[in-house]
């Protein structure tokens, strides 16, 4: 891959989900505790620790979320945000949301 700084920003659209309730205080893949309060993310493949910029397509609203996870396993998504995280994108009543993910490999 090429040294220039832009060129190294590696991108992906898809559908964005967040994580029930019901996984609050389990262990992720990643060994931490999980909690809806803090910026977290689950992605099949991304290094833990990677920071990514999560921007919503039809709103333009974005989010910096830590990778911590694995998933999401459903056809289409390409990310579970934390509830907080889906918060800021306004996506908590429709339950998932069109998204691009920006990070540095």
Same mark, same amino acid.
């Given at each position: 891959?090429?040294? /220039?700084?832009?060129?190294?920003?590696?991108? =992906?659209?898809? =559908?964005a989900?967040?994580?029930?309730?019901r996984? =609050?205080?389990?262990r992720?893949?990643?060994?931490?505790?999980f909690? =809806?309060?803090?910026?977290?993310?689950?992605h099949?493949?991304?290094?833990?620790?990677?920071? #990514?910029?999560?921007?919503?397509?039809?709103?333009?609203?974005?989010?910096?979320?830590?990778? /911590?996870?694995?998933?999401?396993?459903?056809?289409?998504? #390409?990310?579970?945000?934390s509830?907080?995280?889906?918060?800021?994108?306004g996506?908590?009543?429709?339950?998932?949301?069109?998204?691009r993910?920006?990070?540095?490999?």
């Amino acid at each position: 891959m090429a040294s /220039n700084e832009n060129e190294d920003v590696v991108s =992906q659209r898809g =559908q964005a989900s967040f994580y029930s309730d019901r996984f =609050q205080g389990r262990r992720t893949a990643s060994g931490e505790r999980f909690d =809806q309060q803090s910026l977290t993310a689950a992605h099949r493949s991304l290094p833990f620790g990677t920071k #990514v910029l999560v921007t919503r397509r039809d709103t333009g609203d974005t989010v910096e979320v830590e990778i /911590n996870d694995r998933g999401p396993f459903v056809k289409g998504r #390409v990310i579970d945000l934390s509830k907080s995280a889906a918060r800021e994108l306004g996506m908590l009543r429709r339950g998932t949301a069109p998204v691009r993910l920006t990070y540095l490999p």
